[in-house]
T-cell receptor, first 112, second 114 residues
Framework: GDSVTQMEGPVTLSEEAFLTINCTYTATGYPSLFWYVQYPGEGLQLLLKATKADDKGSNKGFEATYRKETTSFHLEKGSVQVSDSAVYFCALPNTGFQKLVFGTGTRLLVSP | NAGVTQTPKFQVLKTGQSMTLQCAQDMNHNSMYWYRQDPGMGLRLIYYSASEGTTDKGEVPNGYNVSRLNKREFSLRLESAAPSQTSVYFC?????????????FGPGTRLTVL
């Protein structure tokens, strides 16, 4: 079935460090792929998405490229800030598109 | 627009008590969802409503019921709360079925069952 695997956290970085959070997926066909972010005490909000293979989604300095060869959608940012501290979820719609399938989330902690 | 709103924000129940979590969206979305979030398990779908008048079970429906009251509102009911239902509950909505559309989430309800 459809599934998403994310790297275990927490990821602890100093401000201005480079960030990579790995995400791989299993799915039928080539669904859209999403990254959601959850700031402390809040609900999830869409960070970026890619709707087809080789697309790059980007927002707020974050980027992710849809790689069908490696079934991956890794999240990257060149220089993280303390305000990026949050939990990041990779997700895709299930076959039939009734729901989103989420990874378990990766907590990012950025220190000054 | 307020987006997706949920009430209450926090709730403490005793085992066996009942309660209803309320969710409303003002974006004229067709689809609505209830998730629970537990440490290390990501988000799991409890129930969803693809359109007004329809509801379907998700991955973890046992112990819950839902009502799609109208296009705006989708409530989640716990008839007899159990400690295993201690969790953070999120409501979400989506404009319409289809893979490209994002879901919009509410701020969550933190529920503790003693």
């Amino acid at each position: 079935g459809d599934s998403v695997t994310q790297m275990e956290g927490p990821v602890t970085l100093s401000e201005e460090a480079f960030l990579t959070i790995n995400c791989t997926y299993t799915a039928t066909g080539y669904p859209s792929l999403f990254w959601y972010v959850q700031y402390p005490g809040e609900g999830l909000q869409l960070l970026l998405k890619a709707t087809k293979a080789d697309d790059k989604g980007s927002n707020k300095g974050f980027e992710a490229t849809y790689r069908k060869e490696t079934t991956s959608f890794h999240l990257e940012k060149g220089s993280v800030q303390v305000s990026d501290s949050a939990v990041y979820f990779c997700a895709l719609p299930n076959t039939g598109f009734q729901k989103l399938v989420f990874g378990t989330g990766t907590r990012l902690l950025v220190s000054p | 627009n307020a987006g997706v709103t949920q009430t209450p924000k926090f709730q403490v129940l005793k085992t066996g008590q009942s309660m209803t979590l309320q969710c409303a969206q003002d974006m004229n979305h067709n689809s609505m969802y209830w998730y629970r979030q537990d440490p290390g398990m990501g988000l799991r779908l409890i129930y969803y409503s693809a359109s007004e008048g329809t509801t379907d079970k998700g991955e973890v429906p046992n112990g819950y019921n839902v009502s799609r009251l109208n296009k705006r509102e989708f409530s989640l009911r716990l008839e007899s709360a159990a400690p295993s239902q201690t969790s953070v509950y999120f409501c979400a909505s989506k404009a319409f079925s289809g893979e490209h559309n994002e879901q919009f989430f509410g701020p969550g309800t933190r529920l503790t069952v003693l």
